[in-house]
Nanobody, 125 residues
Framework: QLELVESGGGLVQPGESLRLSCVVS????????IAWFRQAPGKEREGISC???????TYYRNSLKRFPISRDKDKNTVYLQMNGVSAADTGTYYC???????????????????WGQGTQVTVSS
């Protein structure tokens, strides 16, 4: 019914930039928000940024505004711009869609949404 496919991950050197994409198929008006999460081994999953698909409003968690989120509604695609990456940014990045803006973009309850398969980002010199 709803599928999210992330892409754009790979190996990148510290200080460089990377843009991740999330293509949503079967998207309907029932899903009002999409967020980016990431997780590294030994660390808790953390939300990064969130966008309201209806009007483009954006929200950021833990002051990670250096990774802005945007979307192209005509392409049903959400982007995560990763600027000035460091080794700490290594991990698997996921996009998550939810029907409720508050629980995704404020409570960061990504476990209640629909997840993509993830894309791996490795920052190494």
């Amino acid at each position: 019914q709803l599928e999210l496919v992330e892409s754009g991950g790979g190996l990148v050197q510290p200080g460089e930039s990377l843009r991740l994409s999330c293509v949503v198929s079967g998207f309907t008006s029932n899903y009002h928000a999409i967020a980016w999460f990431r997780q590294a081994p030994g660390k808790e999953r953390e939300g990064i940024s969130c966008i309201v698909t209806d009007d483009g409003s954006t929200y950021y968690r833990n002051s990670l505004k250096r990774f802005p989120i945007s979307r192209d509604k005509d392409k049903n695609t959400v982007y995560l711009q990763m600027n000035g990456v460091s080794a700490a940014d290594t991990g698997t990045y996921y996009c998550v869609a939810d029907t409720q803006i508050y629980r995704l973009c404020s409570l960061w309850r990504g476990d209640l949404g629909t997840w993509g398969q993830g894309t791996q980002v490795t920052v190494s010199s």
